[in-house]
């Protein structure tokens, strides 16, 4: 069965902290690749996506995130944490080409990783 | 404002009861899926809905239904609540031309 794993449920960091949550997947096809964030009381929001070319993509608020395809991995980095980062990060992967008007477009997400940064 | 509208945002129902949950895609966006989010986990996949049809199904029971209307809005429609089911449920929508996928923030459902 396709699924997500995140490595770390809870990270603590101080302000200026670099920051790097693993995120690895179960699938053997091609994969769309997605990290989103979920601000305390707020909805999910897209901080960056792989479909493909350059394995090194880079997001919204100093974000970026590196495909690694041999080892099923997309890691997310931020080299200085603000306490504005304070909040739940999730990996997700949709299995097939994102075209939702025939294939569904279904995203499986890993258990999301806490993030808290002191200021 | 991630355009995509939810309601109700929070809700009690006894257990055994029926819920509706009701979704606005984000403007221009005509495909909807519905996600369940239960306390310290990542979204489960239920259903999408494309032109008023179920597309893709994730793993939940018949008693977990939808539907979408001419506008694009849809419902989650939800029988014989149990206490399991208890969970923050999401709309999320996309259009067929983009490939992002936009969010809301959610129905709280709690079920005693």
């Known amino acids: 069965a396709q699924s997500v794993s995140q490595h770390n449920h809870h990270v603590i960091l101080s302000e200026a902290a670099s920051l790097e949550l693993g995120c690895n997947y179960s699938?053997?096809?091609?994969?769309?690749l997605f990290w989103y964030v979920q601000y305390p009381g707020q909805h999910l929001q897209l901080l960056l996506k792989?479909?493909?070319?350059?394995?090194l993509v880079k997001g919204i608020k100093g974000f970026e995130a590196e495909f690694i395809k041999s080892k099923f991995s997309f890691n997310l980095r931020k080299p200085s944490v603000q306490w504005s980062d304070t909040a739940e990060y999730f990996c997700?992967?949709?299995?097939?080409?994102?075209?939702?008007?025939?294939?569904?477009?279904?995203?499986?997400f890993g258990q999301g990783t806490e993030l808290s940064v002191k200021p | 404002d991630a355009g995509v509208t939810q309601s109700p945002t929070h809700l009690i129902k006894t257990r055994g009861q029926q819920v509706t949950l009701r979704c606005s895609p984000k403007?221009?966006?005509?495909?909807v899926s519905w996600y369940q989010q239960a306390l310290g986990q990542g979204p489960q996949f239920i259903f999408q809905y494309y032109e008023e049809e179920e597309r893709q199904r994730g793993n939940f029971p018949d008693r977990f239904s939808g539907h979408q209307f001419p506008n694009y809005s849809s419902e989650l429609n939800v029988n014989a609540l149990l206490l399991g089911d208890s969970a923050l449920y999401l709309c999320?929508?996309?259009?067929?031309?983009?490939?992002?996928?936009?969010f809301g923030e959610g129905s709280w459902l709690t079920v005693v």
């Open positions: 403007s221009g966006h005509d495909t």
């Open positions: 997700a992967v949709s299995p097939e080409p994102i075209q939702f008007y025939n294939q569904g477009g279904k995203l499986i």
């Open positions: 792989y479909f493909s070319g350059d394995p």
């Open positions: 999320a929508s996309a259009s067929r031309v983009g490939n992002t996928i936009y």
């Open positions: 699938y053997g096809g091609t994969v769309n």
